[in-house]
C-alpha cells in the first residue's frame, strides 16, 4: 500500500487495538483494495468516511453468568459489535467457541459490512459471539448459557434494530433458545434472530443457503473461467453447517467432494464422501469425524487438519474456520493441480496464502462474496417475517441463485472498472464499499 492517507488510517487503528491481529488482518486487505477508490475519490476522503468506516459504531461486552449440570456457577464473556447501520439495521450472526475474543468478533464484524453490502439486501454490519463452547455441553447446560447470554443481549438488538444469527458452535438448537428467551422477557413475536426453526418464523433454505451459495458463485466463477463443476474433485473443509451444504450442491453439480474435516482431523474418501454419514455423525450424533471411516472401507482419516490442503484436487472450498490455509498448504494447492479456490468460512486464507494463489494463477474468490448467501437468505427471512408470510423452498433458492448471480457480477464489473480483471477480491472490496460510503456520506458526519 502506497496511499499515505491510507496508511496512517491502518497506522492509527493499530495503535488503538492492540492485540487484535485478526481485525488488523481483516482491515490490512480491505483498505489495500481501496487505494484505486480513494485516488479516484477525494470527495469520500473529505466526507471521513474511512476514519469513521473502521471505528465500529457501538462495543458492547458483557458477563453471561450460567450453573453447569453440577450446580457450578460459570462465568462466559458475551460480545456483539454493531459496527455500521449506513445501509440497514445491524446483521450479523453470534459464534460460540472457545477462541473468540473482542478481535475476532470485529473482524467479522466489520467483513459483515461489505458482505452485507454486496447481498443488494438492506442490512447493516455486526457481528456477535461468545468464549462458551457449546461441544460436551447437555442440551440443559446450553439453554441456561443461551438464556443467560440474551438476558443480557435482548437490550440490545431488535427486528429494527439489530437481527443476530448463527455461525460456528450456533445451529438451530442455540438460535432456538436465545429466540424463546427474547421472546419471554420482550413479550413481543418478531423476527429478531434469523436462523429460526420452521416452526416459528424462519425461512426454508436458510440452513442450506451458506453452503449453496459458495457454490452457486463458484459456479459462476467456474462458467466465467471457461469452466464447470462437472466430474471435478473438490475438497470441502469443516463438517459444519456450511460445510455440509457445500458438499451437497457440489455433487449436485457434478463434482465428487473426496475430503472433509473437523477440528481435529480430516477423513478422504476417494468414492466420493457419504454426505449422509457425515450428517449423521456431525448433526445428529454430535461424534467426532473419524467415526467414518469404521463404516466406509476404502476412506482414511488423519489427525490434523491442515494436511487435508496436501490431497489432490481441482477445486478448494475451505468451509472451517479462518486462517485455515497458510502459505504452505497453499504451495501444495497449487502444486497438485489446484485451479480455483472459493471460501465458504469468514477469512480461511492468510494474506500469504492468497499472494501464492495470484503468483500460481489460482483463481480466488473471497469470502465477502462467496458465503454471502447466508446472511442474504437471513435478509429474505427478514423479509417473511415482516409480512408475516413465508415463501417455497424453492421461491427462497431462486432468489439466492440470483443474488449470488448479482454479487459475482458487482464483484467482476468493480475488478474490470478499476483495472483488475479477474481479481474477485478487490472487486468485492469495492463493490462492497462504495454503497456503504455513498450512504454515510449522504447521512452527513454520524
Ligand atoms: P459450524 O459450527 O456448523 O461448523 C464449523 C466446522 O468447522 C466444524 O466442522 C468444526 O469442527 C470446524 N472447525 C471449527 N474450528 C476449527 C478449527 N480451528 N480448525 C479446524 N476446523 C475447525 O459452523 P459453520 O459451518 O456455521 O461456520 C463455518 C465457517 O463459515 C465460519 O468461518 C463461519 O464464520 C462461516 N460462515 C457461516 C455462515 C452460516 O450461515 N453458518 C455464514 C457465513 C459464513 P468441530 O466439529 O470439531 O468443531
Known amino acids: 500500500m502506497t ?43 473529505a466526507a471521513g468516511v474511512i476514519e469513521r468506516l473502521v471505528e465500529p459504531e457501538r462495543q458492547i461486552i458483557f458477563r453471561v453468568p450460567w450453573v453447569d449440570d453440577n450446580g457450578k456457577v460459570q462465568v462466559n464473556r458475551g460480545f456483539r459489535i454493531q459496527y455500521n447501520s449506513a445501509i440497514g439495521p445491524y446483521k450479523g450472526g453470534i459464534r460460540l467457541h472457545p477462541s473468540v475474543n473482542l478481535g475476532i468478533i470485529k473482524f467479522l464484524g466489520f467483513e459483515q459490512i461489505f458482505k ?18 457449546p461441544k460436551g455441553k447437555s442440551d440443559g447446560e446450553v439453554m441456561r448459557f443461551c438464556q443467560s447470554f440474551m438476558t443480557e443481549l435482548c437490550r440490545h438488538v431488535g427486528a429494527d434494530l439489530d437481527v443476530p444469527a448463527g455461525d460456528i458452535g450456533t445451529g438451530a438448537r442455540e438460535i432456538g433458545y436465545m429466540f424463546g428467551q427474547y421472546k419471554r422477557i420482550r413479550n413481543e413475536f418478531t423476527g429478531v434472530l434469523t436462523g429460526k426453526g420452521l416452526t416459528y418464523g424462519g425461512s426454508l433454505a436458510r440452513t442450506q443457503a451458506t453452503g449453496f451459495g459458495v457454490c452457486y ?12 463443476f462437472e466430474g471435478k474433485k473438490v475438497i470441502v ?37 457419504d454426505l449422509a454419514a ?12 473419524k467415526e467414518y471411516v469404521a463404516t466406509h472401507p476404502g476412506s482414511t482419516y488423519t489427525e490434523g487438519c491442515a494436511g487435508i490442503w496436501s490431497l489432490p484436487c481441482d477445486i478448494a472450498l ?61 435478509g429474505l427471512e427478514m423479509s417473511q417475517n415482516s409480512m408475516r408470510y413465508s415463501w417455497s423452498f424453492e421461491e427462497v433458492d431462486a432468489k439466492l441463485q440470483d443474488i449470488m448471480k448479482s454479487i459475482f457480477k458487482a464483484c467482476d464489473d468493480a475488478a474490470r472498472e ?14 462492497g464499499f462504495l454503497k456503504v460510503a455513498e450512504a454515510m456520506k449522504a447521512q452527513g458526519c454520524v
Open 278 to 289: 457425515v450428517k449423521q455423525i456431525k448433526e445428529v450424533e454430535r461424534k467426532r469425524i
Open 418 to 431: 478499476y483495472g483488475m480483471e479477474g481479481n474477485y477480491m478487490a472487486g468485492a472490496n469495492i463493490a
Open 318 to 378: 475451505p468451509c472451517a474456520t479462518q486462517n485455515e490455509i497458510d502459505k504452505a498448504s497453499a504451495e501444495l494447492l497449487a502444486a497438485n493441480g489446484c485451479k480455483v479456490v472459493c471460501e465458504g468460512a469468514n477469512m480461511p486464507s492468510t494474506p500469504e496464502a492468497i499472494a501464492v494463489y495470484f503468483e500460481k494463477g489460482i483463481i480466488y474468490g473471497p469470502a465477502k462474496a462467496c458465503n454471502a448467501g447466508g446472511v442474504a437468505t437471513s
Open 116 to 133: 452485507n453490502s454486496l447481498t443488494t439486501l438492506p442490512m447493516g454490519g455486526g457481528k456477535g459471539g461468545s468464549d462458551f463452547d
Open 217 to 228: 458463485f463458484t459456479n459462476e466463477v467456474l462458467k466465467a473461467n471457461g469452466m464447470s
Open 237 to 273: 473443509s469443516g463438517s459444519g453447517n456450511v460445510a455440509i451444504y457445500c458438499n451437497q450442491k457440489a455433487t449436485e453439480l457434478g463434482a465428487t467432494v473426496i475430503a472433509m474435516s473437523d477440528s481435529n482431523g480430516y477423513i478422504y474418501d476417494p468414492n466420493g464422501i
Open 3 to 45: 496511499n499515505q492517507y491510507l496508511i496512517d488510517v491502518l497506522e492509527s487503528v493499530k495503535k488503538r487495538n492492540p492485540g487484535e491481529p485478526e481485525f488488523i488482518q481483516a482491515l490490512t486487505e480491505v483498505l489495500e483494495s481501496l487505494e484505486p477508490v480513494i485516488e479516484k475519490r477525494p470527495d469520500l476522503v
